[in-house]
């Protein structure tokens, strides 16, 4: 590629060789001729016409190339300043709802009178047969296995594997889990156990003889003595009632939504945890 001085210095060039033939022909106009001069006009006229024209078109060009380099250069400064703005912007999203769910998990963490410890989920089991996740907190933080892990909506499930920096935790809605529970509004009990497709669980051994109903709020009884008494679980969304058997099938949606867990609490001394809350 040309630069612009170059193409300036050729094209120079060029209307010098052109002037100097037109000024010989000139010259041998007047000795041939009286009117040479019309002569020479007439030649070098539109040489030099060309020639300049061939300059500005060459200065157009390059004039035209410079301005969409720098209109490139520009739009790529421009972009570079967006997405910068644009990922500025989105960690100040993220800053703002993980500050929401911490200021959550402290309102929660006070209405308790036990030890707790925070943890921030950092993977979940890859199988489809097992709903567990994995916490970054472990043994060097005083944890061991069977401790409940809560959050303010309420029960999450319990650790059941512990390395010196790292848990597992089984959550409620895995079919090895099993939380003693009762129906908050008359104190019918059961078992919530996990395995329901959608996420959701089911209370076992409720009796067809006791009365329970849509929206009815399922909370632990704390007779297992891992969960505390009264901590939340989640409300009554499906009831069957088959022809025969003394159970009734009782379907509960759990008030976690256990695929946005990313922070939780871990209750040290549970049996001194007892409360009442009513959803």
Known sequence: MFSKKMLIIIAGFIL???NIMGIAVSLKAK???????RVTLYL???LQESVNYFIQSMRNIWNHYFFITSVAKENDRL?????????????CKELFLENSRLNNLLNFQKGLSSQVIAAEVIGRDPSPWFK????????????????P????????GQLIDISKHYSRVMLIIDHNSAVDALIQRNRTRGIVKGGEENGNCFLK???RKYEVSIGDVVVSSGLDSVFPKGSLIGNVSKIVKTGSGIFQ???????????????????????????EIKK
């Open 44 to 46: 070098i006229g539109p």
């Open 149 to 156: 892990v809560m959050v303010s909506e309420g029960i999450v």
């Open 31 to 37: 000795n041939y001729s009286i009117g040479g001069d």
């Open 79 to 91: 972009l570079k300043a967006l997405n910068n703005e644009r990922q500025k912007s989105n960690e």
């Open 205 to 207: 051994y409720v009796l």
């Open 16 to 18: 010098i060789v052109v």
């Open 132 to 147: 567990t996740i994995i916490i970054n907190k472990g043994a060097a933080n005083g944890l061991k296995k069977g401790l």
């Open 249 to 275: 099938e009782v379907i509960i949606t759990p008030y976690v939504d256990f695929d946005k867990l990313e922070e939780v609490l871990i209750i040290l001394n549970p049996s001194k945890v007892e409360f």
